[in-house]
Each structure stands twice: as structure tokens, then as C-alpha cells.
């Protein structure tokens, strides 16, 4: 193993050992001082449960990151995000924020990162979508600033499931890590340290928040895991862009695949709203994650299944990047429409047989 492996291999383990004894102890001060979630109409779990898990996955990341990871090329920044989010997402944890305070926090975040990283960290250029190619200045800013609240809030809101948000992103993460290891080079091999100790964080943390979990993820995590997700997506699609490797024109295809599962559920479950005259953010129980257990399946085997539909996802637009941008985002499309489709009629005939029964 080269020095490079052996660094990576410590920061991984790092994070998951911080993260792993973490765990109990925020467990053990949440029921002390009765910082619990209280199960609603919305969730589906049933009984008390701390919703801190966010600060171990946090704990164990950022120690890594700052002990064994170079912090140019935006990594700096990007943990300045980081922090700026942790306690956003903790102060909703324990006393519920507004949307506007939360959107107030991703704003800042996001400018960190686009404005004072060096390089700027910034989708520059569309590669041929639709015909565009370079973005004017501010144009770029305004879809750089559009992709991570987007991101960001679609991984904040997949995390309805024990074990889900940490799975789903652990495979996103672990991709764009891989990519980074092989094509990276000197402008973006630090981001392999990024995906390396969250990836480490978070199973450090699945080990109490498979079913039945003792401790959820909250706030604290989802946006944090959101936002450092958000950034490997941009440094995935600029590297195609500069690099010219792997994906070259089709990268930012190849992300939109990446990251199937939490945009297909955000954008499904916001047009949905939309259609019928709600807020895109009112909550409600019309996740993909919702209808799948309504289908009768388990909390374990739902995760499993959004796990394996994602794989599958990122399997086929890695081995058709060749199409190119235009037909790998139609078949994505395509194949949304035909899910959203599926979720939508399978929900009526379970309406219908309620009704009857």
C-alpha cells in the first residue's frame, strides 16, 4: 500500500472510531436531558429517540479531515460550510427553526464555498446541455447556489428511515470518492479525503441507527452530509470539465445519476405538493420511502431497496456515458416519470382497497 492508501486508510478509521464512541454518549446525554424526537403523524417511528446522531458523524469528519487531509483547493472553506451548517441543523434539533433561518444558513454556507475558496468552487459550464457550454459569471454563481441548496435539502430529506439518508449517502459519497482516487490528480485528490472520513463518520453512526435505531441523524448531519455532497457533485462535473477524465462532457449526466434517489424524491414530492395547491415544503408522508412501506415492505428492506435502486442507477449511466448528456438525462427522465407513475397508481389501488375493506 502506497502512502497515499495508508493516509487515507487512517483518516477512514479515524472518523469511524470518533464517530462510533460518540455515539453512546450523546445517546446517554439526550435521554438525561430529554432531547428527544417525539413521534407525529409524519414519522414512522414510534417511541422517544435523540435525534443528535448528527454531531458524531460531524465529530468524526471533521477531526479526520483536519488531521490527516490537505486543506487547499476549497477544503477549507467547504468545512467552514460545514460548521456553519452543524449548528444550524443543531439548533433545529433542539428547538425547531424556521425554513427561513434554515435557507438564511445554506446561503451562507454556500457563499463560503463559492466566493471564498480559491479555486472558486463552481459549475462553470453546462458541457453541451441544451447547447450551452461556458456560463457567464453570473449565471454560474446563481446555478452553483441553486445546486447545493438543492442537494442539500433533497439529502435532508430522504433521511425518513432508519439507516436511509447515512446509506444513500455513503454510495454517493463512495463513487465520487473512487473517481477522485483514479482521475483526480493534484487538483482534486484531497476531495478522496472528503469522501474518505464522511463515508467513515457515517458507518460509524449506521451502527445505532439501523432498525430499530437508537439515535437518529437529525438536522445535524442531514444538512452537514447534504452540503459535503453538494460540493464532491460540483468538483465531480468541473473535474470532467478540466481533467478531461472520466466521464469528460457527459459528468454532469453521470451526477445527476449519482444522486438518483434523493432528486428523484425531492422533485417528485415537491411537484407533487405544487399540483395539488399545497407548499412544496409542507410536510407529508409522500416520500418514496413512504410509498414503498405502504406497498407492505419493512424499514430494513425499503432502505435496501432505494440502496439498490441507486446502485443500479449509477451502474447504467457509468457504463452509457458515452451516449452523452442529452440521452442519459432523457432515460433518467424517462425512467422517473415511469416510477413516479408506478408509486402513483400502485397509492390508488391501496386507496381503493382501504375503502372497499
Not at 432531547?35 to 422517544?48: A, G, I, Q
Not at 449511466?317 to 413516479?340: D, K, P, R, Y
Amino acid at each position: 500500500m502506497n502512502a497515499l492508501g495508508i493516509s487515507l486508510s487512517l483518516s477512514f478509521m479515524w472518523a469511524f472510531w470518533v464517530a462510533l464512541f460518540a455515539v453512546p454518549s450523546i445517546i446517554y446525554i439526550a435521554h438525561l436531558k430529554n432531547m428527544l424526537d417525539t413521534p407525529n403523524v409524519r414519522t414512522v417511528h414510534e417511541s422517544l429517540t435523540p435525534r443528535l446522531g448528527g454531531v458524531a458523524v460531524f465529530a468524526g469528519f471533521m477531526s479526520a479531515l483536519t488531521i490527516f487531509a490537505d486543506l487547499n483547493n476549497g477544503i477549507q472553506q467547504l468545512l467552514a460550510g460545514c460548521i456553519v451548517l452543524f449548528f444550524v441543523g443543531l439548533k433545529d434539533d433542539l428547538v425547531t427553526i424556521s425554513v427561513t433561518k434554515k435557507f438564511v444558513g445554506q446561503l451562507l454556507a454556500t457563499g463560503i464555498v463559492m466566493i471564498m475558496a480559491q479555486p472558486e468552487i463552481r459549475i462553470t459550464s453546462f458541457q453541451g446541455i441544451l447547447g450551452i457550454h461556458e456560463l457567464p459569471v453570473g449565471i454560474s454563481y446563481a446555478f452553483t447556489f441553486l445546486v447545493i441548496v438543492g442537494i442539500t435539502n433533497a439529502i435532508n430529506l430522504i433521511d425518513g428511515l432508519d439507516g436511509l439518508a447515512g446509506t444513500i449517502v455513503i454510495i454517493i459519497a463512495s463513487t465520487f470518492g473512487y473517481y477522485f482516487y483514479r482521475y483526480g490528480g493534484t487538483s482534486y485528490s484531497n476531495y478522496v479525503y472528503v469522501s474518505v472520513c464522511v463515508v467513515g463518520g457515517i458507518l460509524g453512526f449506521l451502527r445505532y441507527n439501523f432498525h430499530r435505531a437508537s439515535i437518529f441523524m437529525g438536522d445535524t448531519g442531514s444538512l452537514v452530509c447534504g452540503f459535503i455532497v453538494s460540493v464532491l457533485t460540483i468538483q465531480f462535473i468541473e473535474m470532467g470539465l478540466r481533467v478531461g477524465q472520466p466521464f469528460a462532457s457527459s459528468a454532469p449526466s453521470v451526477a445527476v445519476g449519482i444522486l438518483f434517489v434523493p432528486l428523484f424524491d425531492t422533485v417528485r414530492v415537491f411537484l407533487v405538493r405544487m399540483l395539488a395547491g399545497r407548499s412544496p415544503f409542507s410536510p407529508d408522508k409522500n416520500h418514496i420511502h413512504h410509498r414503498i412501506l405502504a406497498m407492505g415492505f419493512q424499514q430494513i428492506s425499503t432502505v435496501l431497496l432505494l440502496s439498490l435502486l441507486n446502485l443500479v442507477v449509477i451502474l447504467f449511466v457509468i457504463n452509457f456515458a458515452e451516449l452523452g448528456n442529452t440521452i442519459l438525462i432523457g432515460a433518467l427522465v424517462a425512467f422517473s416519470v415511469l416510477l413516479s407513475v408506478f408509486l402513483g397508481v400502485y397509492r390508488s389501488r391501496s386507496a381503493q382497497q382501504r375503502v372497499a375493506s
